[in-house]
């Protein structure tokens, strides 16, 4: 079975400084991992990937996310915070499960940009 | 060009209460995934289409739930006399290969919220 963990519920971050969203990840064989955000009432939008290659990641909106092998980590990161990325975040993993490609979510974590 | 689109977005159904919730998918895209997001919870597996065929329906919470994609578009999410605890966000997701969550991003519509009283 594959499991996501977000363990931070809540981030905290003043505008322009940097910040990092929390991941770790359980999967038999090759994780494909990724992140999404969700804004109030929207749905789920892709911020970027990982699939194999080079271990950091870029997306979209400046954020990029390290994949640490060893860490079975995938935190997401943005150097300087702006107010509108306050959201809600949710970090996933896939791996291949029975015919289905589901993709098995975090419980998210809800980024508050001070300004 | 237009996402991916739910309706109704809110629900409200008194319990006992059978409700269809509808997914219109990207055109052309393959695979259409079923999500049910609890209160403060990650969107959590129900069920996946490639085309018509319905691949996998291991996360569907009971025999309550059925869904049907009957010409491999539109899907509708039907529940039958519905329960409190079914009261969620049900999300649709489609993506346009056949191996819609191994390395292709979902595509994600707004969701229905369904409150059941």
């Known amino acids: 079975a594959q499991s996501v963990a977000q363990p931070e519920d809540q981030v905290n971050v003043a505008e322009g400084n940097p910040l990092t969203v929390k991941c770790t990840y359980s999967?038999?064989?090759?994780?494909?991992l990724f992140w999404y955000v969700q804004y109030p009432n929207r749905g789920l939008q892709f911020l970027l990937k990982?699939?194999?290659?080079?271990?950091l990641v870029k997306g979209s909106y400046g954020f990029e996310a390290e994949f640490n092998k060893s860490q079975t980590s995938f935190h997401l990161k943005k150097p300087s915070a702006l107010v509108s990325d306050s959201a809600l975040y949710f970090c996933?993993?896939?791996?291949?499960?029975?015919?289905?490609?589901?993709?098995?979510f975090g419980s998210g974590t809800q980024l508050t940009v001070l300004p | 060009g237009a996402g991916v689109s739910q309706s109704p977005r809110y629900k409200v159904a008194k319990r006992g209460q059978d409700v269809a919730l509808r997914c219109d998918p990207i055109s052309g895209h393959v695979s259409l995934f079923w999500y049910q997001q609890a209160l403060g919870q990650g969107p959590e597996f129900l069920t996946y289409f490639q085309n018509e065929a319905q691949l996998d329906k291991s996360g569907l919470p009971s025999d309550r739930f059925f869904a049907e994609r009957p010409e491999g578009s539109v899907s509708t999410l039907k529940i039958q006399r519905t329960q409190q605890e079914d009261s969620a966000v049900y999300l649709c997701a489609s993506s346009p290969r056949t191996s819609g969550g191994l390395g292709n991003e979902q595509f994600f519509g707004p969701g229905t919220r369904l409150t059941v009283l």
């Open positions: 990982y699939i194999t290659g080079d271990n």
């Open positions: 999967v038999s064989g090759n994780p494909y």
């Open positions: 996933a993993v896939s791996a291949l499960s029975g015919s289905a490609r589901q993709l098995t």
